[in-house]
């Protein structure tokens, strides 16, 4: 392969694919190394349903209602937290413009914090399962197992460009306090915690500014407790929310680099 105008080689396919690899698996080791993240997202989203889903048992639907809506409620938590807080102290702490000065594709380094997201996703969902099958005595099809499985990790697309936001526009210092300022209401108002139509009328028309209560509401219809309304309409706020973010994210970058 020839070399660029600058006397350097351009990479190729496996050199590209490598450093990607290399990328998704560094920033891996390096949350799971994190007691501080990696506890509380593990262990909060299993807590709640142990507590409200198994032990207290409100109705005999809220075991599987709790099964969809604490599995948005796990993915928000490394979705923001590794987006929103990872990337505001990497910028202010100069790790990421050292790495915009490596062959390291912008790609693989979004990817890799995708990818993060997704790892513990997966963990959350699989052990939300065993627990909500042999715990509270869950029921489902298989297909609804699958499918369930696959609307709440997709969750990471609309929470990780709220994250990219969010870590694109604030400081180090306050990226925790915004990122929790967002996280926990949220989660409330979007109907993760009770379900909405237990909240007052104001706050069931408040929650559909959230991408929360939509992806949450694909859940939930998976098993057929969602509040109605038409998937297709749901799955396109969750799109909008997404560009809408990632444009936002955009602009707080060409903000820092005009600078």
Known sequence: MPPTSDGARPLGLSGRACIYVLEARGQFLTVARTPGFTIPTLVFPLMFYVFFGV????????????????????LIGPSLFGFGVGLATERDSGALLLKQTTPMPVGAYLLSRVVTALLFGMVIVVGLFLLGAYAAEVRLYRWQWFALAGVVLSSVIPF???????????????AVAIVNLVYLPMAFLSGLWIPISLLPSFFRDVAVVFPAYHQSQLALKVVALDEGGSAGVHVLMVGIFTVVFLAVAVAGFRRVGSR
């Open 160 to 174: 990780c460009s709220l994250g990219l936001a969010i870590g694109a526009w604030v400081r180090a210092q306050s």
């Open 55 to 74: 032990v207290m048992g409100f109705s005999p639907a809220a075991p599987t209602f709790l099964l969809a809506t604490y599995g948005v409620f796990g």
